[in-house]
């Protein structure tokens, strides 16, 4: 007989039942020391009651694309500033992108990181990603 959690949270997951954590499905198969054991392609993890809680609240957020936050901060400055939606709304958007991707503007005159040259280009690909499905079709950078 595996040893049961104590406190409050000890109702909250069941053993069998699946979680998400990270983008990734897990498996509770069990309990040990204050702990969930959790099962993935084999591998047994190890997750406080706690971590299990706080990650299910985050997955529950909804999730805000890379697009809608560069929405959201153009609006900072800008309060006109809205979605594209039109082909003509989106190739402003497409335009604003390219000059992002420009060297200099990619790794800020040299100080960015490698990193953070990394994150950037993966935000503004995202973004570009979202523009082409607006549109509804390719367009090259």
């Known amino acids: 007989m595996m040893p049961q959690l104590k406190g409050e949270l000890m109702g909250e997951f069941q053993i ?21 054991l959790l099962e993935r392609e084999g591998k047994t993890y190890k997750a406080t009651p706690n971590k299990l809680k706080k990650i299910q609240d985050q997955n529950q957020r909804p999730q805000i694309t890379a697009l809608q936050r560069r929405v959201k901060f ?29 060297p200099e503007n990619l790794c800020c005159d040299g100080e960015a990181s490698r990193s953070q040259i990394a994150a950037k280009r993966k935000d503004i690909s995202e973004c570009w990603k979202e523009l082409e499905k607006i549109v509804g079709r390719k367009v090259e950078e």
Request: negative net charge; glycine residues 6%; charged residues 30%.
């Open 74 to 102: 153009d609006q900072l400055f800008n309060p006109n500033t809205k979605y594209p939606e039109t082909e003509a709304e989106c190739q402003d958007w497409f335009e604003n992108l390219r000059c992002e991707l420009s």
């Open 16 to 36: 069998g039942q699946l979680v998400e954590l990270n983008g990734k499905e897990y498996k509770i198969i069990g309990t040990r020391a204050r702990s969930y």
